[in-house]
């Protein structure tokens, strides 16, 4: 799996966007950029993948640089319900539940 | 629909003693994978199911554990017998197709060993 580095914590003001960014240098033509995030102690949380292409859905988008190397997930109108760690993995698209979930990112978010 | 269940919620045991938990995927899931986190570390994959067979249990961590997925339906992991670096948060995930590779996870068991 190509290794992925984001920063350690950010903060982010309730009502703004929440820009998360996640560095994937080594990243193969195959591999997705997945994001998950673990709130508390629950389970974590599946919020988007994408390919190539920036993607968006209920939760979050997810902008993909055009050489892949590099993305962004953007919680558009952060809430504080959505401070939790942010988890960003690149993997094939087969097997891809064999995923290492490395550090992530401690987003909070304050009122 | 019901989500990913997980049972015990919590379980603590002594040292040498044997400990099952349990994992409900969501109906018609044919992946189910285990990860655990250990205190401190990061979330580890552990193996992953597709429907009763083992498609890859490349990180299971020694013969002490026992992964089962009797009928392709629910699993079990057995610790047995338990070491105290066995204590941390077991997770259960499935997904419908290993394809998108979207992961529903359960709550997790915290196992601690004494």
């Known amino acids: 799996d190509a290794k992925t580095t984001q920063p350690p914590s950010m903060d982010c003001a309730e009502g703004r966007a929440a820009n998360l960014p996640c560095n994937h240098s080594t990243i193969s033509g195959n591999e997705y950029v997945y994001w998950y995030r673990q709130i508390h102690s629950q389970g974590p949380q599946y919020i988007i993948h994408g390919l190539k292409n920036n993607e968006t859905n209920e939760m979050a988008s997810l902008i993909i640089t055009e050489d892949r190397k590099s993305s962004t997930l953007i919680l558009p109108h952060a809430t504080l319900r959505d401070t939790a760690v942010y988890y960003c993995?690149?993997?094939?698209?087969?097997?891809?539940?064999?995923?290492?979930f490395g550090d992530g990112t401690t987003l909070t978010v304050k009122p | 629909e019901a989500g990913v269940t997980q049972f015990p919620s919590h379980s603590v045991i002594e040292k040498g003693q044997t400990v099952t938990l349990r994992c409900d995927p969501i109906s018609g899931h044919d992946n189910l994978y285990w990860y655990r986190r250990v205190m401190g570390k990061e979330i580890k994959f552990l193996l992953h199911?597709?429907?009763?067979?083992?498609?890859?249990e490349s990180g299971m961590p020694n013969n002490r554990f026992l992964a089962e997925r009797t009928g392709g339906t629910y699993s079990t992991l057995k610790v047995q017998p338990a070491e105290l670096e066995d204590s941390g948060v077991y997770f259960c995930?499935?997904?419908?197709?290993?394809?998108?590779?979207?992961?529903?996870f359960g709550e997790g068991s915290r196992l601690t060993v004494l």
């Open positions: 993995i690149v993997r094939g698209n087969t097997n891809a539940g064999k995923s290492t």
């Open positions: 995930a499935s997904s419908q197709l290993d394809l998108t590779g979207e992961l529903f």
């Open positions: 199911f597709v429907k009763e067979s083992k498609q890859d």
